[in-house]
T-cell receptor, first 113, second 112 residues
Framework: KAGVTQTPRYLIKTRGQQVTLSCSPISGHRSVSWYQQTPGQGLQFLFEYFSETQRNKGNFPGRFSGRQFSNSRSEMNVSTLELGDSALYLC????????????FGPGTRLLVL | GENVEQHPSTLSVQEGDSAVIKCTYSDSASNYFPWYKQELGKRPQLIIDIRSNVGEKKDQRIAVTLNKTAKHFSLHITETQPEDSAVYFCAAGKAAGNKLTFGGGTRVLVKP
């Protein structure tokens, strides 16, 4: 089976712009979770989508949003980018059952200038 | 919400020695505890996990123990090898959904 893929892998934006990141889960997986990884804050949960519905949400501002399509692919959007949004954004897929292994994608590295 | 603390933040061991990383969590409802290894520039990869109905789990050189009463769990790596050098993350999750709360990470360096 192909692993989790994320596009693009690298992205440079300027403050105030918006960005959309994409995640394709492992075939058959219905849950996609998004995490932000920074040197200062570590790995932080953004949100989880399961069967096109947001099932869990972390403590990020409303500028961070996401969605999931019927084929389980997910996108996350960040509007009005700030310098502090520079990070590695990781998505993880799983079958959707609780306590099942989450498999991470390679991440999208976002740099906000 | 859940809070996971991980210690130490860095760990240097001699090849062949053991490494121990400890994590504590705050939410007694958490019942799933995975450990991830992240090599430089790569994605986190699950190395072992434990659920709350089990006190200990072992997979070759890696073992995890869980003390639900004290709300802490630990990762033990025996006979360390240079390829064990990486950042290790503990995490805690609950039965509902797939939200994981991660510890701050431990950078392990195995010196040959």
């Amino acid at each position: 089976k192909a692993g989790v893929t994320q596009t693009p892998r690298y992205l440079i934006k300027t403050r105030g712009q918006q960005v959309t990141l994409s995640c394709s889960p492992i075939s058959g997986h219905r849950s996609v979770s998004w995490y932000q990884q920074t040197p200062g804050q570590g790995l932080q949960f953004l949100f989880e989508y399961f069967s096109e519905t947001q099932r869990n949400k972390g403590n990020f501002p409303g500028r961070f949003s996401g969605r999931q399509f019927s084929n389980s692919r997910s996108e996350m959007n960040v509007s009005t980018l700030e310098l502090g949004d520079s990070a590695l954004y990781l998505c993880a897929s799983s079958s959707g059952s609780a306590q099942e292994t989450q498999y991470f994608g390679p991440g999208t590295r976002l740099l906000v200038l | 919400g859940e809070n996971v603390e991980q210690h130490p933040s860095t760990l240097s061991v001699q090849e062949g020695d053991s490494a121990v990383i400890k994590c504590t969590y705050s939410d007694s409802a958490s019942n799933y505890f995975p450990w991830y290894k992240q090599e430089l520039g790569k994605r986190p990869q699950l190395i072992i996990d434990i659920r709350s109905n089990v006190g200990e789990k072992k997979d070759q050189r890696i073992a995890v123990t869980l003390n639900k009463t004290a709300k802490h769990f630990s990762l033990h790596i025996t006979e360390t090898q240079p390829e064990d050098s990486a950042v290790y993350f503990c995490a805690a999750g609950k039965a509902a959904g797939n939200k994981l709360t991660f510890g701050g990470g431990t950078r392990v360096l195995v010196k040959p």
